[in-house]
């Protein structure tokens, strides 16, 4: 099964798979929550899976699917390269993250490895998976500080809608800053984007 929102690329990594002996796409959509339903009628034994989706992200339909299904095989094929977006995608429950610009020949091998039940991971992701395991974790407390900042908030602004103080605020962003390895404000908001931490919708 093939979940994408843009219809051309479907059309074309459906011909893709298609020309391959033994192979078969046997649904496709561009809607991740249409995608849940879909797995529960035809049971796919893999799926290919954008991260990017309109209302309900790659990831939430991974997890919406394996809390039903734990056996649900996925691949994720997307644009986003960044650490985070790796380490949540693995995390969820994917057996590999591939590139789509990634040869077809890659695309394919994975397939068939995903859907005999193994695991493979590109060099080029497990290295962008290794940089972001050797980064602390950041609390749930200062995510949310991370995702006002990046918003363009003023640390008033951070404290009025989380109920803290500002001098709470500034607390937060010492520890972000530590945890980032950045010095100030614009750093953490460039960091935070370039890693994925945070996207601007």
Avoid at 65 to 84: A, H, K, W
Avoid at 134 to 161: C, P, T
Wanted: with cysteine; hydrophobic share 45%; glycine share 6%.
């Amino acid at each position: 099964m093939v979940v994408d929102d843009h219809a051309a690329f479907r059309r074309g990594i459906i011909a893709l798979i298609e020309s391959e002996p033994g192979m078969v796409v046997v649904s496709q959509t561009g809607d991740g929550h249409e995608a849940v339903t879909l797995y529960r009628d035809i049971r796919p034994d893999v799926v290919l899976m954008d991260l990017r989706l309109p209302g309900f992200s790659g990831v939430e339909v991974i997890l919406a699917i394996r809390n039903e299904f734990p056996d649900g095989r996925f691949i994720v094929l997307t644009t986003y390269d960044t650490d985070e977006d790796i380490f949540r995608a693995l995390q969820s429950g994917a057996r590999t993250f591939l590139l789509k610009d990634m040869d077809d020949v890659i695309i394919l091998d994975a397939i068939r490895a995903v859907v005999a039940g193994q695991d493979c991971l590109p060099a080029q992701v497990a290295k962008r998976l290794s940089e972001r395991l050797a980064r602390e974790e950041l609390s749930q407390l200062e995510m949310e500080v991370l995702h006002y900042l990046v918003r363009g908030f003023s640390n008033k602004e951070i404290a009025d809608h989380l109920h803290l103080t500002e001098a709470g605020v500034k607390f937060r962003l010492k520890g972000l800053f530590v945890k980032l390895h950045v010095q100030d404000r614009t750093e953490a908001v460039v960091c935070a984007l370039r890693r994925g931490i945070v996207h601007l919708e």
